[in-house]
T-cell receptor, first 112, second 114 residues
Framework: QQQVKQSPQSLIVQKGGISIINCAYE??????FPWYQQFPGKGPALLIA?????SEKKEGRFTISFNKSAKQFSLHIMDSQPGDSATYFC???????????FGQGTELSVKP | GAVVSQHPSWVICKSGTSVKIECRSL??????MFWYRQFPKQSLMLMAT?????????EQGVEKDKFLINHASLTLSTLTVTSAHPEDSSFYIC??????????FGPGTRLTVT
């Protein structure tokens, strides 16, 4: 019940295309859903996050779509660029201790 | 944005020795710090949660006597890997949180045990 399932495991997108990564959770106590970007050998960096009271949040080229009834959320990267090539992790947080449960990660490669 | 540093960025040690990793929040007071472990091509695995001045809470399966965590102040937490063995080789990442949900991650420490 604490799991966050992320798909796909890897993704190849052409430059200028849309990258879409999906996550699903079971525990309805989760109320904070961030996305992190990680480059090789570096720590994760927060990209964008959403709370369950909204269905969509957009920041620049990054959009989170959230479906509370389906317990799913996704990250859309518009106009994908080679510099976006990285591993992306979704996560879910609950009020209990502020812990984050991470998805398995998606390795994104944007081809020029 | 909030900045978290880790030191060292990489360390090589011999089997049986201990290694200390520092995590500092540079521009904010971290009420909670988290320690993660990450193997190549895998996700982040939470090891423990620490609050300033109190004992760390370890996740199931993490040996508290092997991975000693000290959260001495609102800006500093340390992870000591005691009697390190090759299987402890990994990428260790800390994060720091304030009163919100957001966690700010450090750059990570690559530990290699020979």
């Amino acid at each position: 019940q604490q799991q966050v399932k992320q798909s796909p495991q890897s993704l190849i997108v052409q430059k200028g295309g849309i990258s879409i990564i999906n996550c699903a959770y079971e525990n309805t106590a989760f109320d904070y859903f961030p996305w992190y970007q990680q480059f090789p050998g570096k720590g994760p960096a927060l990209l964008i996050a959403i709370r369950p009271d909204v269905s969509e949040k957009k920041e620049g080229r990054f959009t989170i779509s959230f479906n509370k009834s389906a317990k799913q959320f996704s990250l859309h990267i518009m106009d994908s660029q080679p510099g976006d090539s990285a591993t992306y992790f979704c996560a879910a947080g609950s009020p209990q201790g502020g812990k984050l449960i991470f998805g398995q990660g998606t390795e994104l490669s944007v081809k020029p | 944005g909030a900045v978290v540093s880790q030191h060292p960025s990489w360390v090589i040690c011999k089997s049986g020795t201990s290694v200390k990793i520092e995590c500092r929040s540079l521009d904010f007071q971290a009420t909670t710090m988290f320690w993660y472990r990450q193997f190549p091509k895998q996700s982040l695995m939470l090891m423990a949660t620490s609050n300033e001045g109190s004992k760390a809470t370890y996740e199931q399966g993490v040996e508290k006597d092997k991975f000693l965590i000290n959260h001495a102040s609102l800006t500093l937490s340390t992870l000591t890997v005691t009697s390190a063995h090759p299987e402890d080789s990994s990428f260790y990442i800390c994060s720091a949180g304030d009163y919100s949900y957001e966690q700010y991650f450090g750059p990570g420490t690559r530990l290699t045990v020979t």
